[in-house]
Structure formats: C-alpha cells, structure tokens
C-alpha cells in the first residue's frame, strides 16, 4: 500500500533552515507529484509547492518563493522540502502528500505530518 | 491568488441531523472545456493528516460514506452531511485545483450540538 512516511519533528532557532523529508513507498515514485502542505497553530491548511519527482521540476507559492527548496532522491524514493529565513511564524505541522497520477488533482495520499517549531 | 471563502466558521448539530457548509471561490473555478469544477473537500481531525471526501465538486472519494455529498457549480459550493455522526466532528476545508497556488478555504468547525 502506499505511504508517505517524514522525519521527525525539529526545533530550530529564527533564521536557521530546516530540511523535512518524505520517503515514498508502495507505488511507483516518479508517476505523480509530491505536494507539501502546512497547518500553523490554530490556522488552516496552506499549499506551499509541489515537485515533480521524476524530472525535479518545482512550483511553489508566491509566498514561499526564495526561502523554499523542494527537491528528491530517486534512488531512494525520497522528497525533500527546505524552508530557511525561520520565523515564528514558520512554527507549523508540515504535511507532504501525493495526487495518484499527474493527470490527477486528489490530494489522496498524506504523511503524518511534521511539527517544527522555530523559538529562541 | 484564488481566495476560498468558506462559511460558517463553525457550527454546531444535532446527531442525526444535517450540516451544510459553504464554499465560494473569488472567480471561477469550472473549466469550460472539461465542464468539472476544480474543488476539492477534506476532512481534518486533530493528530491526523486531512482526508479527501469529494472531488470534482461533487464526485465522492472511494470509501466515503454517502451521507457526505459535494454540489456546486462556477464559484458557489457546497459539502453537505446529510446526518451527522459522533465521528464526523472535524474542521472542514474545501480546495481549488483550478490554478496554482492551490487554495484553502478558512476551515469550518463542525461539533455536536
């Protein structure tokens, strides 16, 4: 069956970088894209970008432009999502999830979430 | 941007009973060529990642009891829970797809009356 499982949660400091993973398995890794999605505290759900896994290829949300990198590893089924420049604001549950085909928009597929928080 | 505008914030029913909450996008979001309307519904409890309900406006996610149901058209939606059970208390999101970025709704809370 499919999974998305991420790394653990992270605790980093104003201007530090994070990096969250997101390691496929149980389908064919470079047949959809990988979308990340973040929910801060007591907020609603924000679609910050999307890669394509076999090529690389990105789209992010104005909002994150120049301070997100989203990349993979196909030899090992594996996406990636770095956010630098933290802020407070920043502090959030950080989702990725995967639509069943490219031709196909459900968000259908999700990991367990991440929790980074960003504090002095 | 495509700004969803969901309302209620929150609401609170009966067991039994019928929520209905509402959807509206900032432009349309039904494309012409293919007639579908590009929006999504997700339920999200606490501790767990969102699940997809309905897609295509209206079309149910494999697994999903009926009593959830999307209809809509254009820029007005709206998820419809025919009779509320003690396990549909979440926060509700619709999602547009017609263009990135994609697009949240605020979130509608629903709980038992």
């Known amino acids: 069956q499919v999974q998305l499982v991420q790394s653990g949660a992270e605790v980093k400091k104003p201007g530090a970088s994070v990096k969250v993973s997101c390691r496929a398995s149980?389908?064919?890794?470079?047949?959809?894209?990988t979308h990340w999605v973040r929910q801060a505290p007591g907020q609603g759900l924000e679609w910050m970008g999307l890669?394509?896994?076999?090529?690389?290829?990105?789209t992010y949300a104005q909002k994150f432009q120049g301070r997100v990198i989203m990349t993979r590893d196909t030899s090992t089924n594996t996406v990636y999502m770095e956010l630098s420049s933290l802020r407070s604001e920043d502090t959030a549950v950080y989702y990725c999830?995967?639509?069943?085909?490219?031709?196909?928009?459900?968000?259908?597929?999700w990991g367990q979430g991440t929790l980074v928080t960003v504090s002095s | 941007d495509i700004v969803m505008t969901q309302s209620p914030d929150s609401l609170a029913v009966s067991l039994g009973e019928r929520a209905t909450i509402n959807c509206k996008s900032s432009?349309?979001?039904?494309?012409?060529?293919?007639?579908?309307?590009?929006l999504s519904w997700y339920q999200h409890k606490p501790g767990q990642p969102p699940k997809l309900l309905i897609y295509?406006?209206?079309s149910r996610e494999s697994g999903v009891p009926d009593r959830f149901s999307g209809s809509g058209s254009g820029t007005d939606f709206t998820l419809t829970i025919s009779s509320l059970q003690a396990e549909d208390v979440a926060v509700y999101y619709c999602?547009?797809?017609?263009?990135?970025?994609?697009?949240f709704g605020q979130g509608t809370k629903v709980e038992i009356k």
């Open positions: 999830s995967r639509t069943p085909f490219f031709d196909d928009y459900r968000l259908l597929y």
């Open positions: 149980g389908y064919t890794f470079t047949t959809s894209y």
């Open positions: 890669i394509n896994p076999g090529g690389g290829s990105t």
């Open positions: 432009q349309t979001i039904l494309y012409n060529s293919n007639s579908k309307n590009y």
């Open positions: 295509w406006a209206s």
């Open positions: 999602q547009q797809y017609y263009t990135t970025p994609w697009t």
